[in-house]
């Protein structure tokens, strides 16, 4: 079973950057694929961003000049750098696995394993 858990969230005002980190635990695949995702309230989750095990990276076209992904395999982490944060970009943020080979996705179902989340609240 793997275990994720994301942390790094927090309120913060417009203009200001957050750096979000992601953990995870037992066995996956080499050709594993991480994402991470954000729900706001009263809306769908949607994808903000995926990186696979050899550094593919895909983001969320509204989201290419705001934010970075990025990961370390021999740690097990995973990163989103969200920059100049709007307050359309609160959200609960989830970190996603998938623990058997597979490329980037912004796709909510072509992942198995989930964190419980990380708050992110942008406000004056």
């Known amino acids: 079973q793997v275990q994720v858990a994301e942390s790094g969230g927090g309120s913060v005002q417009p203009g200001d950057s957050l750096r979000l980190s992601c953990a995870f635990s037992?066995?996956?695949?080499?050709?594993?694929?991480m994402g991470w995702f954000r729900q706001a309230p009263g809306k769908v989750r949607e994808g903000v961003a995926s990186i696979d095990y050899d550094e593919h990276t895909v983001i969320r076209n509204s989201l290419k000049d705001r934010v970075t992904i990025s990961q370390n395999t021999a740690e097990k982490s995973m990163y989103l750098q969200i920059n100049d944060l709007k307050p359309e970009d609160t959200a609960m943020y989830f970190c996603?696995?998938?623990?058997?080979?597979?490329?980037?996705?912004?796709?909510?179902?072509?992942?198995?394993?989930w964190g419980q989340g990380t708050q992110v609240t942008v406000s004056s």
């Open positions: 996603a696995v998938e623990a058997w080979p597979c490329g980037t996705s912004l796709m909510d179902g072509d992942f198995s394993f």
């Open positions: 037992g066995y996956i695949y080499r050709g594993h694929c």
